[in-house]
């Protein structure tokens, strides 16, 4: 494993120096999209709606957009912003662990210690597990403030950043504010099915049975000679392009059938929209088949 973040957990006087690695990884089969007649490679590419023109990465800029102004925010504007460029993992307070609710945990992360003793590690580790506590901890990754939940598994001490209140969704279902009665008996009968299922859950015992079939699908293909040679599912690219930039697949989808309505003229004000958005018949155009794509 490669570290991706160091620093040191801070809390009053205490301070333990770690890496941070990522705990978790993506072992789904990587897929890409190609054309059902001749295999070749299917490419996106960042159009521009006003022009038709295909944009170079570097010259677009993000924008917010509230229904009916944009604001469009260049790297400047990001570089004004404040930063936070700390290595240290600030504990704000340590919580009875039952108080974190699961819905809000996101990544997780393991910690190494990170000197010569790992005597304070080991100490926090303890202090910890002896408590029931989880502490609850503040620190900066890719300029971002995150709040995260520093808690003990097994001999190692792990990191879970944690949502925001705001980004967890309140619920209220009118269907379970009916008064609804249970019998003893459903209870009973429900208890005992319970009971019939009742293991202890080990995770090594569960496989992603997709992915193992897809995989097996892909080696019967590859032995039997049912594939293209790599080479041969890249177009020629065109000039001024740079290979391998793709934009999401959604916002792709998006401008191209909001493209395809107006190209129709649908809706009332398809006409008066292309005239005053000065699009060219040139811009409705289809573009030349792209080249590579990473």
């Known amino acids: 494993m490669r570290a991706i973040w160091k620093g040191a957990i801070a809390f009053g006087l ?3 120096p770690v890496k941070v690695y990522a705990a978790t990884e993506d072992h789904d089969v990587s897929l890409h999209q190609v054309h059902s007649k ?3 490679r299917i490419r996106y590419q960042r159009i521009c709606e006003i022009d038709g023109e295909v944009v170079p990465y570097a010259d677009i800029d993000r924008a917010y957009d509230d229904g009916e102004r944009t604001v469009v925010l260049g790297k400047e504007d990001f570089d004004a912003l404040p930063s936070e460029r700390s290595r240290e993992i600030e ?3 340590f919580v009875p662990s039952e108080q974190v609710d699961p819905i809000i945990l996101d990544r997780s992360y393991y910690l190494e210690p990170d000197s010569a ?3 304070a590690y080991v100490l926090l580790r303890k202090t910890l597990e002896q408590t029931d506590r989880t502490a609850i901890v503040r620190f900066t ?3 971002k403030t995150r709040l995260a939940a520093l808690r003990v598994r097994g001999d190692v001490l792990v990191l879970q950043t944690l949502l925001w209140a705001d980004e967890v969704r309140e619920v209220a279902f009118p269907a379970l504010d009916e008064p609804v009665k249970i019998s003893a008996k459903e209870l009973e009968l429900s ?3 319970v009971d019939s299922f009742a293991d202890d859950f080990d995770p090594g015992q569960f496989v992603d049975e ?4 897809l995989r097996t699908l892909i080696e019967a293909k590859l032995e039997r000679g049912d594939a293209l040679d790599t080479s041969e599912t890249f177009g020629e690219q065109e000039e001024g392009e740079k290979g391998g930039e793709v934009i999401d697949l959604m916002e ?3 401008a191209s059938v909001e493209r395809s309505r107006a190209a129709r003229g649908e809706g009332k004000g398809a006409a008066a929209s292309d005239s005053s958005s000065g699009k060219s018949a040139k811009a409705e155009k289809p573009k030349k088949k792209a080249s590579k794509a990473s």
């Not at 997709?210 to 079939?213: G, L, N, P, T, V």
């Open 141 to 143: 990754l890719r300029q």
């Open 117 to 119: 003793s790992p005597k």
């Open 38 to 40: 001749d295999g070749g």
């Open 210 to 213: 997709y992915q193992r079939e």
């Open 14 to 16: 205490v301070n333990v």
């Open 91 to 93: 504990v704000v307070e």
């Open 252 to 254: 792709a989808l998006r």
């Open 191 to 193: 208890a005992s099915l």
